[in-house]
Antibody
C-alpha cells in the first residue's frame, strides 16, 4: 500500500513537503516515483528515486532544481520537498511504486493522491 | 514523446474500443504500460509489458504492439470502462501519453 500526505494550500514562492508511506513490500529495494496531475489535465512525471544501494535520482524538467526527492528506509517513507512553488505546481500529487521485478517496468501501486494548491 | 489518439472516443456499451499510443522513437515493450483513470481516483494499472494484463484486470482488456506503435483494445465496453486511459513508458525519464477519454 502507498499513502501520501502533506498536501495543502501554500502561497507562491513557498515550500511544502509531501510524504509517502509504503507498506507490503521490501521498501529498501523499492524504486518510488512521484507523478502529478493538474486540474483537468493529464499525468506528469515529477521525480524518481531508486533504491539507496543504487543511489539514482532523476527529475522531470519542470521541477528540476526546485524539488528534491528523498527516502528514509527506516520509516518506509519517500518525501518530496517542493520549493519556489508557483501556480503551475497546483496539482494532485501521486506517489507510486515502480515495479521492476518481472523485467517489465511499470507503476504497479499508486497512492490516493494529495492535493497541493499554490495560491495567494 | 508518447502521442495517444484519438483524444476522445464516443462509443456505446458493448462496442469495441481501440486506443492508440505512438512513440516518437522505438521503445522496448518491457517498458510500455497502460493505466485507467476514473474521475476523482488514482490511475490503475491495466497492462504492462505492452500486452500482459495486470492482476484482476478482466479479459476484455488487451494490449498489443511493438516498436513505436501500441494499442489498447477493450473488446466489449462495459459501463465501468468509460474512463481516461494513459499509456506510459519507463525510460531515461518517465513519460505519459496525453490520454484518451472513452465516453458514452
Amino acid at each position: 500500500q502507498v499513502e501520501e500526505s502533506g498536501g495543502g494550500l501554500v502561497k507562491p514562492g513557498g515550500s511544502l513537503r509531501l510524504s509517502c508511506a509504503v507498506s507490503g513490500l521490501t521498501f529498501s529495494h523499492a524504486w518510488m516515483t512521484w507523478v502529478r496531475q493538474a486540474p483537468g489535465k493529464g499525468l506528469e512525471w515529477v521525480a524518481l528515486i531508486k533504491s539507496q544501494a543504487m543511489g539514482t535520482i532523476t527529475y522531470g524538467a519542470p521541477v528540476e532544481g526546485r524539488f528534491t526527492i528523498s527516502r528514509d528506509d527506516s520509516k518506509n517513507t519517500v518525501y518530496l520537498h517542493m520549493n519556489s512553488l508557483t501556480s503551475e505546481d497546483t496539482a494532485v500529487y501521486y506517489c507510486a511504486h515502480v515495479d521492476t521485478n518481472s523485467g517489465n517496468y511499470f507503476l504497479g501501486q499508486w497512492g490516493q493522491g494529495t492535493l497541493v494548491i499554490v495560491s495567494s | 514523446v508518447l502521442t495517444q489518439s484519438p483524444g476522445t472516443l464516443s462509443l456505446s456499451p458493448g462496442e469495441r474500443a481501440t486506443l492508440s499510443c505512438r512513440s516518437s522513437q522505438s521503445v522496448s515493450s518491457s517498458f510500455l504500460a497502460w493505466y485507467q483513470q476514473t474521475p476523482g481516483r488514482a490511475p490503475r494499472l491495466l497492462i504492462y509489458g505492452a500486452s500482459i494484463r495486470a492482476t484482476g484486470i478482466p479479459g476484455r482488456f488487451s494490449g498489443s504492439g511493438s516498436g513505436t506503435d501500441f494499442t489498447l483494445t477493450i473488446s466489449r465496453l462495459e459501463r465501468e470502462d468509460f474512463a481516461v486511459y494513459y499509456c506510459h513508458h519507463y525510460g531515461d525519464s518517465i513519460t505519459f501519453g496525453g490520454g484518451t477519454k472513452v465516453e458514452i
